[in-house]
């Protein structure tokens, strides 16, 4: 493999992306393991694997897939994609995709084993809408759910999983916490959606950008940075006041990005603000795992 063809696959597995997939599993796994007093260190590893896959393969599709509907154009803001440019062709990537898709249900096999058939319910539809997300009969990202999916996925499922990966019951705190990660995930994508809705619209990519227009899309992106922060008041109830206060120290970060949203037309700019947030979510992941470990 050539030192070109090396970076191609680095930008078309979007590493930036990556953290969405590995905050939940933390956050999850930490809270499982405050809960009962124990760790299962090998669950929590092959869980992060399953699900950084899962999102390595959901970007490979997305490339290969967008390319295949016209979605990538010239006119594009965002960084560059491999498929798009000519890097790589649909077929390798489409085809890589299935090779880390299979990977991931690999490495989901131990978690099956150990918690049964929750992971089955969990992981299959997982699988499928890697894919689904923007191709086969109803792509999510075309009809304006992809930032539910994202809160679905990469928020309630993949938290509260994790933490059932560790306690093998569900866990209402799980829930909340969930709730919190999947928002600041979804910040990622509404961004995103922002960025590129009139490419989209031109395209037919009906994102929810797409649909709400920029006024409601701008508000999508402030509530969803800010949000998570007040949500979390909602750990005094459990007994957790640092859970609840330390990730306050986030909202001036999550508050800035906001408004520089508010003040800027979509624009390459907002490749510098979809890295902040990711930078917003680490942090906010962060704060999170280290109050849970305070008790």
Not at 235 to 258: C, K, M
Not at 267 to 273: A, V
Request: proline share 6%; glycine share 10%.
């Amino acid at each position: 493999m050539t030192k070109t063809s090396l970076k191609a696959w680095v930008l078309a597995a979007r590493p930036k992306t990556l953290p969405a997939a590995v905050a939940p599993v933390t956050v999850g796994t930490v809270l499982g393991a405050q809960l009962v007093g124990a760790w299962r260190v090998d669950l929590a590893f092959f869980a992060l694997l399953s699900c950084l896959a899962l999102q390595i393969a959901t970007n490979l599709f997305n490339d290969a897939i967008d390319y295949e509907k016209g979605a990538d154009t010239e006119n594009r803001l965002g960084p560059r994609r491999v498929t798009a440019s000519g890097d790589l062709s649909s077929r390798q990537v489409m085809w890589a995709a299935l090779v880390v898709l299979g990977l991931s249900g690999l490495c989901a096999l131990p978690l099956w084993q150990a918690r049964g058939w929750p992971i089955l319910a969990i992981g299959i539809p997982s699988l499928y809408l890697c894919y689904g997300y923007t191709g086969g009969p109803m792509p999510l990202a075309y009809r304006g759910l992809g930032d539910l999916f994202v809160l679905v996925f990469f928020g309630w499922v993949a938290v509260i999983g994790s933490c059932f990966l560790q306690t093998g019951r569900f866990d209402l705190e799980a829930v909340l916490l969930g709730t919190q990660i999947g928002l600041l995930s979804v910040a990622l994508i509404a961004i995103n959606n922002l960025r590129d809705h009139e490419e989209d619209a031109g395209t037919g990519k009906r994102t929810l950008a797409v649909r709400l227009g920029p006024f409601w899309a701008r508000w999508e992106v402030a509530l969803t940075l800010v949000a998570p922060c007040l949500l979390g008041l909602a750990w005094f109830n459990f007994g957790r006041p640092s859970v609840a206060l330390w990730p306050l120290a986030t909202l001036p970060l999550g508050a800035f990005i906001a408004a520089r949203v508010w003040a800027t037309p979509p624009s390459p700019s907002y490749n510098r603000f979809l890295a902040l947030s990711a930078l917003h979510l680490v942090i906010s992941a962060g704060l999170l795992t280290l109050a849970l470990l305070q008790r």
